[in-house]
């Protein structure tokens, strides 16, 4: 075998971010047999894919994937080595605090399940948690924020549901929260990103395309731009703010999909980027390390086990054109300044944005001085904001957050 170089792969590497945005790279398969339908949580930079149907059963099988290796390795099977019973497809599952979580979905013993599941890594083992609250059902969206698990939607055996529930994992308790604000449906996209979530797509006897934003300070939703491709059903989505995406699925003429969507939080508008290079699909799993997002397996009249990782526009860009910003004091309440690392800040402006993503920055005034930014909050409310700064050609950029006392 012939021996590269570390200045060759070197070279390659700044080849790859320096010309190659907006594209998808094929990594490795999935272990164990072609499966959909399967759940996925992420603990210390790792993805998590578990569960899931095949063409002969339900599973109850985990493995984790490394990007740094680029390796699947198996785990241990939902519920332990002794607890045969617990496969399902179709369930729900988030991240706290360097842990697992998995419930809900549909066995081979029941069609629809209630019980929920904590993994350890740490000490490799499972352990059942109180079990959710809401009635057993399968296909609904879950995530995580600010160290709470949030479940909804999905069908139950009487039908379709928009209520929602958060699980407290110090407490072991689930509390009801408002339902989701668009109608009863399954097979939606449901995802986390930088302290909201957003929900979008799915089936509640039709089709949709319709796109929200979940603020959990507030348990309110608030109705985004709607997602511009063809409205489907098991679809997959993930978020790296400033952006989210929504991928592949299946749509009303029985189509599966391999299209990709890229939303902006601050503009609130989507635009299509690369298709996915793999073959179309639903009831994929995907997720983000690092920025990148991975996608896999899935069904498209035969179960998939292949792998890929999307690189896209705004991550190459801050590989080769975001700058450092520190806003300071933060907490703040009349006046903050903004530190910039870049030689020349005179043509650079700032926006700010709520929490909902409300442009504000009609409230704020501010001036340079050097390389720093004194901004003037005193005419905004208390809460949490993002801040954008760019120059007018955008090859410069940076983002932040600031809390108003």
Same mark, same amino acid.
């Given at each position: 075998?012939?021996?590269?170089?570390?200045?060759?792969?070197?070279?390659?590497?700044?080849?790859?971010?320096?010309?190659?945005?907006?594209?998808?790279?094929?990594?490795?398969?999935?272990?164990?047999?072609?499966?959909?339908?399967? *759940?996925?949580?992420? $603990?210390? #930079?790792? =993805?998590?894919?578990?569960?899931?149907?095949?063409? !002969? @059963?339900?599973?109850? +099988?985990?493995?984790?994937?490394?990007?740094?290796?680029?390796?699947?390795?198996?785990?241990? *099977?939902?519920?332990? $080595?002794? #607890?045969? =019973?617990?496969?399902?497809?179709?369930?729900?599952? !988030? @991240?706290?605090?360097? +842990?697992?979580?998995?419930?809900?979905?549909?066995?081979?013993?029941?069609?629809?399940?209630?019980?929920?599941?904590?993994?350890?890594?740490?000490?490799?083992?499972?352990?059942?948690?109180?079990? !959710?609250?809401?009635?057993?059902?399968?296909?609904?969206?879950?995530?995580?924020?600010?160290?709470?698990?949030?479940?909804?939607?999905?069908?139950?055996?009487?039908?379709?549901?928009?209520?929602?529930?958060?699980?407290?994992?110090?407490?072991?308790?689930?509390?009801?929260?408002?339902?989701?604000?668009?109608?009863?449906?399954?097979?939606?996209?449901?995802?986390?990103?930088?302290?909201?979530?957003?929900?979008?797509?799915?089936?509640?006897?039709?089709?949709?395309?319709?796109?929200?934003?979940?603020?959990?300070?507030?348990?309110?939703?608030?109705?985004?731009?709607?997602?511009?491709?063809?409205?489907?059903?098991?679809?997959?989505?993930?978020?790296?703010?400033?952006?989210?995406?929504?991928?592949?699925?299946?749509?009303?003429?029985?189509?599966?999909?391999?299209?990709?969507?890229?939303?902006?939080?601050?503009?609130?508008?989507?635009?299509?980027?690369?298709?996915?290079?793999?073959?179309?699909?639903?009831?994929?799993?995907?997720?983000?390390?690092?920025?990148?997002?991975?996608?896999?397996?899935?069904?498209?009249?035969?179960?998939?086990?292949?792998?890929?990782?999307?690189?896209?526009?705004?991550?190459?860009?801050?590989?080769?054109?975001?700058?450092?910003?520190?806003?300071?004091?933060?907490?703040?309440?009349?006046?903050?300044?903004?530190?910039?690392?870049?030689?020349?800040?005179?043509?650079?402006?700032?926006?700010?944005?709520?929490?909902?993503?409300?442009?504000?920055?009609?409230?704020?005034?501010?001036?340079?001085?050097?390389?720093?930014?004194?901004?003037?909050?005193?005419?905004?409310?208390?809460?949490?904001?993002?801040?954008?700064?760019?120059?007018?050609?955008?090859?410069?950029?940076?983002?932040?957050?600031?809390?108003?006392?």
């Amino acid at each position: 075998m012939k021996k590269i170089s570390l200045s060759v792969i070197f070279l390659f590497g700044i080849f790859l971010f320096s010309f190659g945005q907006n594209f998808w790279i094929q990594k490795d398969s999935v272990n164990g047999s072609g499966k959909g339908s399967c *759940s996925n949580f992420i $603990l210390f #930079n790792e =993805g998590y894919i578990l569960g899931g149907l095949d063409d !002969f @059963s339900f599973k109850r +099988k985990m493995y984790s994937y490394s990007p740094f290796q680029n390796d699947w390795d198996s785990e241990l *099977s939902i519920g332990g $080595l002794n #607890n045969d =019973g617990l496969e399902r497809a179709s369930a729900s599952s !988030f @991240s706290i605090n360097n +842990k697992g979580y998995l419930c809900l979905g549909q066995g081979s013993s029941s069609a629809y399940l209630n019980d929920l599941w904590e993994f350890n890594p740490e000490t490799q083992s499972w352990t059942q948690k109180a079990d !959710f609250i809401g009635t057993a059902r399968k296909q609904a969206v879950s995530f995580s924020i600010n160290n709470f698990g949030y479940v909804g939607t999905g069908q139950d055996a009487t039908g379709l549901k928009k209520d929602f529930y958060k699980y407290d994992p110090l407490l072991n308790v689930w509390t009801q929260l408002s339902d989701f604000a668009g109608t009863a449906r399954r097979q939606a996209v449901g995802f986390s990103m930088d302290g909201n979530a957003f929900v979008g797509t799915g089936d509640d006897g039709v089709l949709q395309n319709d796109f929200w934003m979940y603020v959990g300070l507030t348990d309110t939703w608030i109705q985004k731009a709607n997602f511009p491709g063809t409205p489907r059903a098991g679809a997959t989505g993930w978020g790296t703010f400033p952006t989210a995406y929504i991928a592949t699925g299946e749509d009303v003429n029985f189509e599966f999909k391999k299209d990709v969507w890229e939303y902006n939080y601050f503009l609130n508008s989507w635009v299509q980027v690369a298709d996915l290079m793999g073959p179309a699909r639903k009831n994929a799993v995907s997720f983000a390390i690092d920025g990148i997002g991975y996608l896999g397996t899935g069904y498209n009249g035969v179960f998939l086990d292949d792998f890929y990782a999307y690189y896209g526009i705004v991550g190459t860009e801050e590989i080769e054109n975001n700058f450092t910003s520190t806003i300071f004091p933060n907490p703040a309440k009349e006046l903050v300044y903004v530190q910039m690392d870049l030689e020349n800040i005179s043509d650079l402006t700032l926006q700010l944005f709520s929490i909902t993503g409300t442009n504000v920055t009609s409230a704020i005034t501010y001036v340079i001085k050097e390389k720093t930014m004194e901004v003037n909050i005193s005419n905004l409310q208390s809460g949490n904001y993002y801040y954008e700064l760019k120059n007018q050609k955008s090859t410069h950029k940076s983002t932040g957050k600031l809390m108003i006392l």
